[in-house]
């Protein structure tokens, strides 16, 4: 049987994915990529989940691609037949962040330590990025001759502007998490002792709101950055229109009217 590098636990409607390989700072190999595609499916196809949170086990967050892992370690050997990094990112770190992204649920990354390369970059293609104040971002691509991946190269200047992005891509330093929430590439940074309840806190907050909503809502601001705002006011009012025919708005607007909470229902 395979090892378990993906762990699962469900909370109410809060389902949590632990990346699982402390001993290498929960890197990627290649099970790891297919088992957490494959729980993010599972979670997508499961109505009672209402939230993800992707975390990490022990006391790193993701330290990005496994470097040592056959399908990806160069050999510095003359001769030694060239690895295509091109057909692994292809393969594996393009439909985990296209995954992530079209998740019909939100999803919070609880980043519990170092976020290193592509570990950095599929924290911050979550919805929601909590960070323990103990935790650290790196884009380390540059370290080794690369170039950020993992949707990286897209997602830092929209997140920090293109000169912050530049300095930090270039030069690999380590982020602070109080820093990256300062910069505005997280949401919240936290005391590490409270992280794991303020993590619960804002998951169990996230599934109780309407869902179909929070989704629409991240489609429209990814897709609204390559419109003018004639194409935004119009997907606006189309994605409106879908929304203002659903339960959860006509259950919205009743709880709103009669001062009671409202339940949401809607996926
Ligand atoms: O294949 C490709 O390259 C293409 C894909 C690219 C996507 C990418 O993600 S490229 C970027 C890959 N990641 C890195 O370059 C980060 C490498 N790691 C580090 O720089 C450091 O480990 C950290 C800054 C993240 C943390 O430093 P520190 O001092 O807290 O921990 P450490 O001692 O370096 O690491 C602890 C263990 O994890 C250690 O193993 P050991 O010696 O205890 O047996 C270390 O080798 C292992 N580890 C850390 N990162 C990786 C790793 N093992 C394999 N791959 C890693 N990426």
């Known amino acids: 049987m395979s090892e378990s590098f993906i762990l699962s636990s469900t909370a109410g409607a809060v389902l949590t994915l632990t990346l699982n390989r402390p001993g290498a700072l929960n890197?990627?190999?290649?099970?790891?990529?297919?088992?957490?595609?494959a729980a993010l499916n599972?979670?997508?196809?499961?109505?009672?989940?209402?939230?993800?949170?992707?975390?990490?086990a022990?006391?790193?967050?993701?330290?990005?691609?496994?470097?040592?892992?056959?399908?990806?370690?160069p050999e510095l050997r003359p001769g030694a037949p060239a690895t295509d990094l091109g057909v692994l990112i292809e393969g594996f770190y393009k439909p985990l962040v296209q995954r992530l992204r079209s998740m019909p649920v939100p999803v919070l990354a609880s980043v519990n330590g170092v976020a290193a390369g592509a570990g950095a970059n599929i924290a911050l293609n979550c919805d929601l990025v909590i960070a323990a104040e103990s935790a650290s971002f790196i884009q380390a691509f540059s370290k080794i001759g690369?170039?950020?991946?993992?949707?990286?190269?897209?997602?830092?200047?929209?997140?920090?502007?293109?000169?912050?992005?530049?300095?930090?891509?270039?030069?690999?330093?380590?982020?602070?998490a109080a820093e990256a929430e300062r910069l505005g590439m997280i949401w919240q940074c936290v005391a590490d002792e409270a992280l794991a309840s303020q993590t619960q806190a804002l998951a169990e907050r996230l599934a109780a709101m309407p869902t179909r909503a929070l989704v629409a809502t991240r489609q429209t601001l990814d897709a609204a950055g390559q419109m003018s705002m004639d194409e935004a006011?119009?997907?606006?009012?189309?994605?409106?229109?879908?929304?203002?025919?659903?339960h959860d708005y006509l259950e919205g607007v009743a709880a709103f009217k009669a001062k009671r909470l409202p339940v949401f229902s809607d996926r």
């Open 27 to 37: 890197s990627f190999n290649t099970l790891m990529h297919q088992q957490l595609l």
């Open 146 to 176: 690369l170039i950020p991946d993992a949707g990286g190269s897209w997602l830092l200047p929209r997140l920090v502007g293109r000169s912050r992005a530049l300095g930090l891509a270039m030069l690999g330093d380590k982020l602070p």
């Open 58 to 73: 022990g006391r790193g967050f993701c330290a990005g691609q496994d470097l040592s892992d056959p399908a990806a370690a």
């Open 233 to 246: 006011l119009s997907a606006e009012a189309r994605l409106q229109g879908q929304l203002g025919a659903a």
């Open 42 to 56: 599972a979670a997508a196809a499961n109505a009672e989940v209402r939230c993800v949170v992707l975390t990490g």
